[in-house]
């Protein structure tokens, strides 16, 4: 009795808290730099907050549109900026934790909170007198006295109205509508397929003679994973990255590489998480969508608000690229074919043998032996290695803070400085994989930056996830090569965001056209494996040796190795995407059909497969985000290699270009034409050769031709 009558009360305690607890979306964070206080957050926080701020946001809106005042730009452009404060600190959050704490609880509430976002948009952006006061402006910019960036600022959101439907009719703007809120729907059901369909694989080893070839490190994470997993004694592999590759890289079992690279090669292809269906109508769904706005097919609504400007001119500079990349992989494979013949193998080689056999190559040719390099790759001191490059190029201090609210125990935090000691940025890492992150790298943010013209200003919340080889026992994360230079890459991105000095919200950071947002990020891969740096980071973890001479000389003559396969896979992937986008689908296609189709068409090598296939196709099935647009990684690239010249040509850590490259692009941000801040900073427009050079796929053509762009750039 005494026992039932405690817990009444304290069921009635717990009734008053949760009555008297405030959302904490809805009041001040009361954190160190505004830091979400993600130990507090639930689940039931987020769609009450949401709808809050949509409401908070449509009266923002209001506002606007009700302003008497004759149309300018800080009236109409800078309070749209300012607009919707609640509801995008709610969606910051929330879509950054869906990504990487995914729960069932995540994907119920993804399922409403999503939808509700895509529409309370649309009715912004549709609004047709919210439009006239847009248009207004930008009728006048001209007459208005506007500083450059605010004119960028005018153009980019009239731009944005109307190519999300603000010409249209009022019936066609409610196509669009249900248009836009079905493509959040199944980029949603895609995402939960994918997720699914990769943790629900398991490949389970049981003797310990068909790991032959394997890591140590590997055997090792898989004997852990499946202890885990309640089979002790075993060996699991996944095909989440770290799992996946190395087993494709080393195991000289051939039938279990066939099976994971199959498995992987299929993923997402059957079952209840069978994404082929989706794709379809993802597929009919852009097809109407760009007729509806007026374009010939997707690929052109999305490139004509980039770079590129067209798919023509995006096919044009992966054509310069593929042609040489095939030749190589056919040299690569007769490599690859030649040494198993002499082993004695008596197989032909194929997909699943690429990754074995080129690793076997290298170790031939070059003396390179995977392992003996990652002892030199801990990951603590890859970190130390990019606050140094970072420090030494551009002045800022990164300083832990491990009091900071964090999302997962395994996230660190840090508080970054510049030159003079002043805080210009919040920057978090997460590392190592989990059933509950999706797979891949990525940078994004909790916060973004911006400075009102009062001198009020905002400094962000910037954070790099990645899915890494995870320590095991005594032994640390020992990266790979390829984990060394992600890692680099979305430190390069996460830079972009952090240093941003652009005053306005939409033109900070990364919010760049998406063919110009990678060039941060490739450019700070180049610094990776640099000798220079890689002495004052690259240490084996048992010894604290710092990497030798002679290991840092093969690095560089392996460091165009396998190049052939690996630009045509991304080629070709890249390509593979924009023949989607130019397809305009009115029936279900046959996906694994078209694919052959058009890897036939291309002359794809048999022993080289897409990048990703098209049912784990992330990038653009996903989300809009790189739909049609999966070659701006190969664009971007034409970018770093020639900017990265410059750096050699001078000295890489040459205080006038990191000051050149800083200023007119890490902090510059989307403030001005991509293409002029490019030439502020480089001296002259980008040149293909340069890749070509970076990727050993061909020798330096004085008469390559340059990168063009409509206009002569």
């Avoid at 009236?75 to 300012?82: S, V």
């Avoid at 995977?370 to 002892?375: G, P, S």
């Avoid at 023949?579 to 279900?588: I, M």
Wanted: aromatic share 10%; charged share 25%.
């Amino acid at each position: 009795m005494m026992a039932a009558l405690a817990m009444t009360a304290a069921s009635q305690t717990d009734q008053i808290m949760a009555a008297e607890r405030t959302n904490p979306f809805l009041k001040p964070y009361e954190t160190p730099y505004n830091i979400p206080p993600f130990e507090q957050i639930r689940y039931e926080d987020y769609l009450p907050a949401m709808e809050q701020g949509i409401k908070e946001y449509k009266a923002d809106i209001k506002a606007i549109v009700e302003n008497p005042a004759t149309p300018d730009f800080d009236n109409t452009i800078l309070a749209m900026e300012k607009a919707g404060k609640l509801l995008n600190r709610v969606m910051i959050v929330f879509s950054g934790l869906d990504e990487t704490e995914s729960s069932d609880e995540m994907v119920a509430i993804s399922e409403k909170a999503y939808p509700m976002y895509s529409q309370v948009n649309d009715e912004v952006m549709m609004d047709e007198a919210l439009f006239k006061r847009v248009k207004y402006v930008y009728d006048n910019r001209e007459k208005m006295n506007l500083k450059p960036t605010e004119k960028r600022a005018v153009e980019e959101s009239y731009k944005s109205f109307t190519r999300n439907g603000a010409l249209l009719s009022q019936a066609d703007k409610e196509k669009l509508k249900a248009l836009n809120t079905k493509m959040t729907d199944l980029y949603l059901k895609f995402n939960k397929n994918l997720l699914n369909a990769t943790n629900a694989y398991e490949l389970w080893v049981d003797d310990a003679s068909k790991l032959s070839g394997l890591p140590a490190s590997s055997v090792a994470v898989a004997a852990d994973e499946a202890k885990a997993r309640g089979q002790e004694g075993k060996w699991v592999f996944t095909l989440h990255a770290p799992s996946r590759l190395p087993l494709l890289q080393y195991a000289d079992n051939r039938e279990l590489r066939r099976q994971m690279y199959e498995a992987y090669t299929t993923l997402a292809t059957n079952g209840e998480n069978n994404n082929y269906p989706v794709i379809n109508e993802i597929l009919k769904t852009r097809t109407q969508k760009a007729a509806l706005l007026g374009y010939p097919d997707f690929a052109s609504y999305m490139t004509a608000n980039v770079m590129a400007k067209t798919p023509a001119n995006a096919e044009g500079l992966l054509k310069q690229i593929w042609a040489p990349a095939v030749e190589r992989v056919k040299e690569e494979v007769a490599e690859m074919q030649a040494l198993a013949d002499k082993e004695g193998a008596k197989i032909k080689i194929e997909p699943w043998d690429y990754y074995y056999y080129a690793e076997k190559v290298r170790r031939d040719k070059y003396a390179l032996d995977e392992d003996e390099v990652r002892a030199y790759f801990p990951l603590e001191s890859v970190r130390e290695g990019i606050f140094n490059m970072a420090g030494r190029l551009y002045g800022v201090t990164f300083t832990e803070m491990p009091d900071a609210p964090k999302y997962n125990p395994e996230v660190k935090v840090y508080d970054v400085k510049d030159a003079d000691g002043n805080h210009i940025a919040v920057f978090m890492t997460d590392y190592f994989p989990r059933a509950s992150k999706r797979q891949g790298a990525w940078m994004s943010e909790f916060q973004s930056a911006f400075t009102d013209p009062d001198g009020t200003s905002q400094r962000p919340i910037v954070y790099n996830v990645g899915n890494f080889s995870k320590p095991t026992g005594d032994t640390p994360s020992l990266l790979t090569l390829d984990e060394v230079e992600t890692m680099f890459h979305e430190f390069g991105h996460g830079l972009h965001g952090m240093l941003t000095q652009a005053h306005l919200r939409s033109q900070a950071g990364t919010n760049v056209d998406r063919d110009f947002v990678e060039l941060p990020s490739q450019i700070h891969e180049h610094w990776a494996l640099e000798p220079e740096l890689l002495k004052t980071y690259a240490r084996h973890y048992k010894t604290g040796e710092v990497i030798p001479d002679s290991l840092i000389e093969k690095l560089a003559a392996a460091s165009t190795h396998n190049q052939g396969f690996m630009t045509t896979e991304l080629v070709g992937a890249a390509l593979l995407d924009l023949q989607y986008g130019q397809v305009n689908v009115t029936e279900d296609v046959d996906i694994e059909a078209f694919e052959r189709k058009v890897a036939s068409d291309l002359g794809m090598p048999a022993e080289v497969q897409f990048r990703y296939r098209s049912p784990y196709f992330r990038h653009i099935f996903g989300s809009d985000g790189y739909a049609s647009g999966y070659y701006t990684y190969l664009w971007a690239e034409v970018l770093d290699c020639d900017g990265f010249e410059l750096f050699k040509e001078r000295g890489i850590f040459d205080p006038e270009t990191a000051k050149a490259f800083k200023t007119n692009v890490l902090e510059a941000g989307g403030s001005s034409d991509p293409m002029e801040l490019y030439v502020k900073f480089r001296g002259h427009e980008p040149q293909v050769d340069a890749l070509l050079r970076h990727r050993g796929l061909a020798p330096v053509k004085p008469e390559t031709p340059k990168m063009t762009t409509p206009g002569g750039k």
